[in-house]
């Protein structure tokens, strides 16, 4: 089982401060075992810190689902994998809200990341409004559904997933452990259906709402939540570094 704790720093970030983080982050990981370390940068930072990224996975935040071609602004899995990334996040809720990533974009997306052997970090998740309506177990399964559990089980080693409560987001609010542990269970559960037991025990669960170095702990103790997708709390090496030391497998 990979244990992953991945940063997205989202807009945040100028060059320089970004190229010190990654300098900073591998100093605290030189004896780090058992967690793999991710960060998701921004699209302009990618090909100058892949040569420093050292034993930190660079990440895209998005990728466009269309092979090279006339599609000003965009930018293709192909282009990601010669900038020495190793994979990208789909499907985060900031992108389905805000930027039309509808289902189908999303698989397409997917698609185009596996075409060229990178790791797809597929983000899926409920706001308040669905929770508070009973349909959050829906709303992920669907998700998933049309994202990853379609897929074949010969590319499952490059499938993580990022349960993302919506509504714990940015708000300083957080799922409880147990509310989490509900959920990932569940993902755990659909992927069982989808892939065997074994297949899906193998791709990493993780959690992504507000989590941060005093509740990392207790979080990742949870039977099938195997890391998280750390949003404000990645944007310091010293912060980032107190989550990743919560995880039951960074000692």
């Not at 930072?45 to 965009?74: C, D, F, I, K, W």
């Not at 293709?76 to 992108?95: D, F, I, N, Y």
């Not at 993580?160 to 919506?166: D, F, G, R, S, W």
């Not at 949870?222 to 039951?248: K, M, Y």
């Amino acid at each position: 089982m990979r244990n992953i704790v991945a940063g997205n720093w989202k807009c945040h970030k100028l060059m320089n401060e970004a190229s010190a983080w990654m300098a900073d982050m591998n100093d605290m990981m030189a004896n780090l075992q058992g967690v793999e370390v991710m960060v998701a940068a921004p699209a302009p930072y990618l090909g100058v810190l892949a040569p420093l990224a050292g034993r930190v996975g660079l990440l895209a935040q998005n990728v466009g689902s269309n092979p090279a071609g006339a599609h000003t602004g965009e930018f293709t899995a192909a282009m990601l994998k010669s900038c020495g990334v190793t994979g990208s996040l789909v499907g985060h809720s900031e992108r389905r809200a805000r930027f039309g990533d509808t289902e189908e974009a999303v698989a397409a997306k997917v698609d185009a990341l596996l075409g060229e052997g990178l790791d797809v970090i597929f983000c899926c998740g409920e706001t308040l409004q669905e929770r508070q309506g009973g349909r959050a177990e829906d709303v992920v399964f669907r998700q998933l559904e049309s994202g990853v559990l379609r897929l074949g089980a010969d590319v499952l080693s490059k499938v993580v997933v990022a349960y993302e409560p919506v509504w714990a987001i940015g708000t300083g609010q957080t799922a409880t452990s147990a509310q989490a542990q509900e959920m990932h269970a569940a993902i755990r559960g659909w992927m069982s259906q989808a892939w065997g037991e074994e297949a899906a025990r193998n791709v990493p669960v993780l959690y992504g709402g507000s989590c941060k170095a005093s509740n990392a702990s207790e979080l990742f103790s949870q039977r099938d939540i195997n890391g998280g997708l750390i949003g404000g709390a990645s944007l310091t090496p010293q912060d980032f570094w107190g989550v990743i030391e919560g995880h039951p497998s960074a000692h």
